[in-house]
């Protein structure tokens, strides 16, 4: 399931409501599609997902007043124990994460204890076949009565939670692991009883089978349960990152400038409203986000950026929650607070990637919601094969299949004859305790909860298991060239006077005073060199911005035009021949040509140049060795565009100029069909680009401090190096090829498992696996897959 917008934007309701629910008591992947079809079934709700590894079920609806108590009532009532996600600042309060921290011990500490008892049981089980081997003779503990003792001992004590969850499962009409664990533990049980109070039947006890199947399977959940810790700890860190306590001061008056000897009260952090004045002092963690306002110090961004080198702050530089104030005593001033604030909204988006499936866990969802009815027929039809059909077939199998008992040990076995009905009911229970669906429910989410966990401590936020997997169908990569593939700083590089009237400053201050209202990197240019020179600039008014075109302003009552060749001529601007060959020759430099002129008069030229980033060469050639196609996509002249794709080494035909923000979307749109099954990413600033990121397959975002980046884009770059661009997809492929393998030894798992449980191998072979085998299989099985997602920690991004 999908929780956000594909490309196709305007299929998507306009207001979706999303609802978090904390989930308990799930045990496999049964049961997250019980839980699923539990949601989707209740009025209102239009789409639910649910994720087996974090307990976390995100429910979708269009109406806006759904009835979350009553929500939450009836899956708990189903069995599943459910409560609605807290808000941030309640929920990543101090007292919060020490609360989650300790339910998290005391659930180790129960699972441990009842391991401890189930591996005494088992040792003790085990003791008493060393006879077997050794030929010692150990009365009491080679007692059959004592070995039932064993098995009901574990069964009423580690394995009743088990037992319990198992029967109300299957009451409740939706079997799980523990089902099947269940009807496997009490067969044994009660075939060995039977056994055991009428010796007359001449069958045999296997009262160590009980033991055995508890005994594994709580050892590898036990394991299940670390591993799966491990994987969420870097997320944990990530939670622990917002601080809990700020110190607010006063704002000072006309007679005390001094902010920071005012009194100071510390408060709960989620409690600063915006615009309170804070103090931080060295070591402190920043609380909130805002701009410092007094003092100066270097603060520690790696929490966002995964830098470690510390960065300088002085008055009017923004700071962000998290980050670690590191020399000196600062001021700051709160602009977005509580879950407005940047580690939140980083929380908030690797909270909702390790929901987002990718859409090759469908198979694994559909596999797992009849896969433990699946598993009770193949039972039911081993026994039944067996005992009417292939005890008969082959005459021997009784007589030459040891069935945990020999002739040395006669306190252990009421008989030597091995009865067909118990060879068909060891075999159905191998069947019910080798079948693992839980493997199949912690394969993608593990991988994805590792994976995301990684790429948020690097400063890479990946926004999901789709996600992933469009990075690995990835052909072409389309990037922006102002701001992402160049600095994003250009400066004037030539300023011709074309009219006798004008001077090159002359210029420079008409050109400034018309872009003062605009954010451009060409006005930007062009006010620095303003700056520089220490020019005056008289005021305009009246400004109008046609993006991708030019601007237009009021200058002492005389309207200035400032802009392209095309921009100009629209306003009924003559350009000579002998001015058009300059602009060529300045275009074919490199450069970004701009005219001023007023009155239906060209009164000079500027002439700005951007600069390629240190970084942007060796990225696209990663890249391109990844086996990507690179298109560079301007709205600057098709001379600049191939200026720059010339610096980068790319064809001339993979550049793309021309194109106003407002048609790069367009572009994509092209792109995606000329090839559909060709996927196609965007990489910009996450601002003018929005659109553009918007339709890609996948939008890729540099200077992520903005919410436009994080809303549009489907991977955000927290640090300003595009460097990241090929970090984030060789860690997204890395990540999907982790949940591939996972899937891929999940499903061989059960399909090779299954059978050979179900005695495939016993006419040809006289291969049985034993119950007990059976649950140590199962157990190695869920574990495997989470130590295999944990491996990904191992990854290198230099490779």
């Known amino acids: 399931m999908q929780l956000v917008p594909n490309k196709n934007k305007t299929a998507t309701p306009a207001a979706i409501n999303k609802i978090t629910l904390d989930v308990e008591g799930m045990k496999c992947a049964g049961c997250v599609r019980a839980v699923e079809k539990q949601l989707t079934q209740f ?28 929500l939450v009532k009836e899956l708990t009532t189903a069995g599943f124990p459910s409560k609605p996600r807290k808000a941030f600042g309640e929920k990543h309060s101090a007292e919060a994460l020490k609360e989650a921290e300790e339910k998290k011990q005391q659930e180790m500490l129960s699972a441990r204890r009842q391991l401890t008892i189930a591996v005494l049981l088992l040792v003790f089980s085990g003791i008493g076949h060393l006879g077997h081997i050794s030929g010692l003779t150990i009365p009491v503990l080679q007692n059959i009565w004592f070995h039932f003792g064993l098995a009901t ?13 198992g029967w109300l499962g299957l009451r409740r009409n939706a079997p799980n692991m523990n089902t099947l664990v269940s009807l496997g533990t009490v067969s044994a049980y009660v075939a060995s009883v039977v056994a055991l109070l009428f010796p007359q039947l001449g069958w045999e006890c296997f009262f160590d089978e009980p033991v055995m199947i508890l005994g594994f399977i709580l050892l590898g959940r036990t394991l299940e349960k670390r591993a799966r810790n491990r994987a969420s700890a870097s997320f944990q860190e990530l939670l622990s990152l917002r601080p809990s306590i700020a110190r607010l001061i006063a704002k000072p008056d006309q007679n005390n400038n001094n902010a920071q000897a005012a009194e100071i009260v510390e408060i709960p952090a989620e409690q600063v409203h915006t615009g309170e004045w804070l103090q931080v002092l060295p070591g402190d963690k920043v609380p909130v986000d805002g701009e410092l306002v007094e003092g100066k110090t270097t603060v520690d961004e790696s929490m966002l950026t995964g830098e470690s080198a510390p960065v300088l702050k ?38 909702s990637a390790q929901i987002r499936k990718a859409p090759v866990q469908r198979l694994a969802d559909t596999v797992a919601g009849y896969f433990t009815y699946g598993v009770l027929t193949t039972a039911l039809l081993t026994f039944v094969f067996w005992y009417f059909i292939g005890t008969h077939i082959w005459h021997d199998i009784a007589a030459s299949t040891v069935l945990n008992s020999s002739p040395h040990s006669q306190h252990l076995q009421t008989s030597t004859h091995y009865s067909p009905i118990l060879i068909s009911l060891k075999l159905a229970i191998a069947v019910m305790v080798v079948a693992c669906p839980c493997a199949l429910g912690l394969a993608t989410p593990t991988a994805i909860l590792v994976g995301t966990a990684i790429g948020a401590e690097r400063g890479l936020l990946i926004k999901g298991g789709d996600v992933l997997e469009k990075v690995h169908q990835l052909k072409t990569i389309v990037f922006d060239k ?69 601007v237009s302003a009021l200058v002492k009552e005389t309207t200035v035009l400032l ?101 790069k979307a367009a572009v994509i749109e092209s792109l995606q069909n000329t090839h559909p099954k060709s996927l196609v990413a965007m990489v910009g600033d996450g601002i003018n680009d929005a659109p553009a990121l918007s339709q890609a397959d996948v939008g890729i975002s540099l200077h992520s401090g903005t919410d436009v980046a994080m809303e549009a884009a489907e991977i955000v770059l927290m ?50 696996l034993n119950p007990g085998g059976a649950a140590a299989l199962m157990a190695f099985s869920s574990v495997s897959v989470v130590t295999n997602s944990l491996l990904l920690r191992r990854f290198d991004f230099n490779s």
């Open 314 to 351: 002085q008055v009017g530089d923004t700071v962000s929650a998290g980050t670690i104030n590191q020399s000196g005593a600062i001021v700051m001033e709160a602009t977005r607070t509580g879950g407005n604030t940047t580690v939140a909204k980083i929380v908030g988006l690797v909270e």
């Open 153 to 165: 001992i574990a069964i009423l004590i580690p394995g009743r939670p088990i037992l319990i969850d």
């Open 563 to 663: 802009g392209s060749w095309e921009w100009l001529n629209l306003n009924g601007v003559d350009i000579s021949e002998t001015i058009q060959k300059q602009i060529q020759n300045l275009r074919l430099a490199g450069k970004t040509v701009v005219g001023v002129a007023t009155n239906g008069t060209l009164l000079g030229l500027i002439a700005v140049r951007d600069t390629i980033r240190e970084d942007a060469r060796s990225t696209v050639e990663k890249l391109r060795s990844l086996g990507l196609r690179i298109i560079l996509l301007s709205g600057d002249t098709q001379e600049a565009a191939l200026a720059t794709a010339e610096q980068l080494g790319l064809n001339p035909d993979d550049a793309i100029a021309g194109i106003p923000p407002a048609k």
């Open 719 to 768: 640090r300003d190096q595009l460097k990241d661009v090929v970090e984030a997809i060789a860690l997204s492929r890395a990540t999907f090829n982790k949940i591939r393998q996972n899937l891929f030894w999940a499903f061989a798992y059960n399909i090779f498992g299954i059978p050979l449980a179900a005695g495939v191998l016993l006419p040809s072979l006289g291969f049985i």
């Open 482 to 550: 102002t701001g992402t593939l160049t600095t994003g700083n250009p400066t004037v590089t030539d300023c011709i006077p074309i009219s006798d009237k004008s001077t090159a400053n002359s210029l420079i201050e008409l050109a400034s005073s018309v872009e003062s209202g605009s954010q451009h990197p060409l006005a930007k240019a062009i006010l620095a060199s303003a700056a520089e020179q220490k020019l005056s600039i008289p005021a305009a008014s009246d400004f109008h911005t046609e993006p991708g075109f030019g």
């Open 43 to 70: 009025p209102g709700v239009d789409n639910a997902c649910v994720n087996l590894a974090t307990g976390v079920a995100v429910v979708d609806s269009e109406e806006l007043t759904i009835d979350v108590d009553a």
